[in-house]
């Protein structure tokens, strides 16, 4: 996925500090635009579900719907 960012111009591989030998990725200008982009229609997406629904409450979603899926990332369904 980096690779195919990094061809799109989305991230930039840059010097580490901490070691020598590996690059830290961030996103560029265009990066941070997509991913603003994104967040953007995600939340007028999740506009439309409820109308009572303030931006606070989607914030507060979003946040504990991420940690949830961070945390059943690892759960073994079979």
């Given at each position: 996925m980096v690779n195919d960012a990094a061809a799109r111009g989305l991230v930039e591989s840059v010097p580490n500090p901490a070691h020598k030998r590996s690059l830290l990725i961030r996103l560029t200008g265009e990066g941070r635009a997509a991913i603003t982009a994104v967040f953007d229609h995600e939340r007028a997406?999740?506009?439309?579900?409820?109308?009572?629904?303030?931006?606070?409450?989607?914030?507060?979603?979003?946040?504990?719907?991420?940690?949830?899926?961070?945390?059943?990332?690892d759960v073994d369904v079979d």
């Open positions: 997406v999740l506009r439309q579900v409820g109308g009572d629904l303030t931006d606070d409450d989607i914030t507060a979603c979003i946040r504990v719907l991420s940690r949830l899926l961070r945390h059943l990332d």
